[in-house]
């Protein structure tokens, strides 16, 4: 499924401030932490955004000297391009193609490629080793790749995620709206939406459960609502993640601290090199 003009919009926060609902898009504290996982780079040179995300093309309009964002959905151009300072735009070049074929930057090479949820966009293994692949021919050398994705470690809680556990959670103030809305999606329903031998989440199917309950209050509906999305994610189990990685000529990722807040533990900033 595509990603619609309604869905882009429920992400938006305050549409007059151009702010975001925190966890689907990083926040002020996960930006911090992108801009730390590019010490040492070159700030004369070219950040590729992969995305229209507002937040990240601003650090790099901010940073760099040139930026070309790429995004395969006019709906996102069109509705996010004017979200960064007009005096910064002149940096910026948007263009409508794909992540997994990068031609379209004419052989110019990055120092740094931002993303945010890039590979739970796309199709399966095979699908983010391209895209990888891709990435690694349009690092400048000692460039890097700094993103948040979704990774299902070994060690992380599932039970601390179900469904029922978030929702007595949100409604004890223990966590709070985009805890308990972006984790529902994510992992609220692990055990009968996500494949562990694929890596995928059928997201239809958390929201099938989800419209059938009649118990959920008006806040509550709201909550997850920012998050809705119905088509398929990519989750790679942690040991797949740095498969692939590997498998596309990369290091292992480093991880920068970002919060404490739930998402933090399965969605972290990571920074990755080719080696």
Not at 31 to 44: K, P, Q, R, T
Not at 61 to 72: A, L, M, N, R
Not at 143 to 163: P, S
Not at 204 to 221: C, G, I, K, P, W
Request: proline share 5%; net charge negative; glycine share 8%.
């Amino acid at each position: 499924m595509a990603w619609t003009l309604e869905i882009y919009q429920h992400r938006i926060d305050n549409p007059g401030e151009r702010t975001r609902h925190p966890a689907g898009s990083p926040s002020p504290e996960e930006i911090e932490s992108y801009f730390a996982a590019c010490d040492g780079v070159n700030f004369e040179g070219t950040a590729l955004v992969l995305g229209m995300t507002p937040e990240l093309r601003n650090l790099a309009v901010q940073k760099f000297k040139q930026v070309i964002s790429v995004d395969s959905s006019q709906v996102a151009i069109d509705l996010f391009s004017n979200w960064i300072p007009e005096e910064m735009r002149g940096k910026e070049t948007m263009i409508l193609g794909s992540w997994t074929d990068l031609n379209v930057l004419a052989g110019q090479r990055c120092e740094v490629i931002f993303g945010d949820g890039i590979i739970g966009n796309l199709t399966d293994f095979q699908g983010a080793l391209s895209a990888l692949n891709a990435f690694r021919d349009a690092l400048a050398p000692g460039g890097r790749c700094i993103m948040r994705n979704v990774v299902v470690g070994a060690g992380l809680d599932i039970d601390r995620y179900r469904f029922h556990k978030l929702l007595d959670d949100f409604r004890s103030e223990a966590i709070d709206t985009a805890e308990f809305g972006f984790c529902t999606r994510m992992l609220g329903f692990h055990d009968n939406a996500y494949d562990p031998e694929r890596g995928i989440l059928d997201c239809a199917r958390v929201f099938e459960q989800l419209d059938a309950m009649t118990n959920l209050s008006a806040n509550e509906v709201a909550a997850l609502a920012r998050y809705r999305f119905v088509g398929k994610n990519y989750f790679p189990s942690e040991a797949r993640w740095l498969e692939l990685l590997a498998s596309a000529g990369f290091g292992p990722p480093v991880t920068h601290p970002s919060g404490r807040k739930l998402w933090n533990e399965f969605y972290p900033v990571q920074s990755f090199a080719p080696i």
